[in-house]
């Protein structure tokens, strides 16, 4: 396994990104792909996470209705889209992959995200 994030960058209230988690290692149909985040400061925290199927997806509540997980099997893709951005949605944001929803066994190196009010 391994994953490459992209995607982040400096953006203003109310903007929207798409990040991006590419395993450009061995894929199996038991991995969930988690996205994290962490603020200065603060711990690391589960944002989002989809099961290989696609299909079954876990969002933390604070972005529910705002961020969307989505997957590409075929390019070995995550994507998180993030819309109605906050400040408090700065931080690094990593994915990782484990077995189960907020779990992780594997880390990408992080990508940042910044969002000015």
């Known amino acids: 396994v391994q994953l490459q994030a992209s995607g982040g960058g400096l953006v203003q209230a109310g903007d929207s990104l798409r990040l991006s988690c590419t395993n450009s290692g061995r894929t199996y149909s038991s991995h969930v792909v988690n996205w994290f985040r962490q603020a200065p400061g603060r711990e690391r925290e589960f944002v989002a996470a989809i099961r290989r199927d696609g299909i079954r997806t876990y969002y933390q509540d604070s972005v529910k209705g705002r961020f969307t997980i989505s997957s590409d099997n075929a390019k070995n893709t995550v994507y998180l889209q993030m819309n109605s951005l906050k400040p408090e949605d700065t931080a690094v944001y990593y994915c990782?992959?484990?077995?189960?929803?907020?779990?992780?066994?594997?880390w990408g190196k992080g990508t940042q995200v910044t969002v000015s009010s």
């Open positions: 990782a992959i484990g077995l189960s929803p907020g779990e992780a066994k594997f």
